[in-house]
């Protein structure tokens, strides 16, 4: 298991929607549940934007294997008590035709790896993987992703389910990972939002008024919730309303839908 730094994102509204999908996977608990979402930088260090639930990553060879060691996953301080976080494979990987994912498991499975820890996808239905402990100090941890023989180039999606065995923490929406071999990036790109708009629908949480674009009214319509209290306007999950709430908004803005 290896260690990297949180991939971060600019502040800006230009940036782009594939970006937006790249990097460690953010874990906070809103109501009760684990909710994902892109770690970025804000005065005060990282932080957690929730709503995201499609991650990007390439794989890379080494020595001989096919290997990626993130997305990890990142939880501010506070976010979970002493517990143990786990995660079952959601089904079998499936490989990108150019247009979707094939309704047929691909010939590859993907096998996950943290220390002495390991678990590999299954060939059909869903899959244990396994825990590792959390607490509250918060964490920053890297799985270590093998895509196994036969290893072809080609785009690999793969959903995985966390949970906690504290009682009073619900589990999250499946997460999905779509890793990258040796296709070009339009194509992960492609693949990506296929996923967003396939697997879960054209939600958009920076559309704040509803009318499927994002335009300066959401902008007016944020301001209005986050002056009302509305915990709507909690973009950044930590239960109040802040400065991290209207840096998390412009972030989600401008990754766009």
């Not at 970006?19 to 549940?33: F, K, P, Q, R, Y």
């Not at 008024?209 to 994002?214: R, S």
């Amino acid at each position: 298991m290896k260690t990297r730094t949180t991939t971060c994102i600019i502040l800006a509204a230009a940036a782009t929607a594939a970006t937006a999908h790249e990097g460690d996977v953010g874990l906070a608990i809103i109501d009760g549940v684990i909710v994902t979402g892109i770690v970025e930088d804000g005065p005060g260090g990282e932080f957690v934007v929730p709503g995201e639930r499609v991650f990007a990553a390439e794989f890379d060879l080494l020595g001989t294997d096919v290997y990626a060691d993130e997305p990890g996953l990142f939880a501010e301080a506070g976010t979970f008590p002493d517990s143990q976080l786990s995660f079952e494979f959601a089904g079998p990987v499936r490989r990108w035709n150019g247009t979707s994912f094939d309704d047929v498991p691909a010939p590859e499975t993907m096998t996950l790896e943290f220390g002495p820890l390991s678990a590999t996808s299954p060939l059909s239905g869903s899959a244990p993987g396994f825990g590792i402990n959390v607490g509250p100090a918060g964490f920053d941890e890297h799985y270590d992703f093998f895509l196994d023989a036969p290893a072809n180039d080609g785009i690999f999606l793969v959903g995985i389910n966390l949970s906690s065995d504290d009682p009073g923490i619900g589990a999250a929406e499946t997460t999905y990972l779509v890793f990258n071999w040796n296709l070009p990036e339009s194509e992960h790109d492609a693949a990506v939002e296929y996923v967003e708009d396939t697997l879960l629908g054209s939600t958009c949480a920076a559309d704040m008024d509803g009318d499927g674009v994002l335009t300066l009214f959401d902008f007016l319509a944020f301001q209005n919730a986050f002056d009302a209290g509305d915990p709507i306007a909690d973009f950044d999950g930590d239960g109040s309303l802040t400065l991290f709430d209207f840096l998390a908004f412009q972030n989600a803005f401008g990754a766009g839908c």
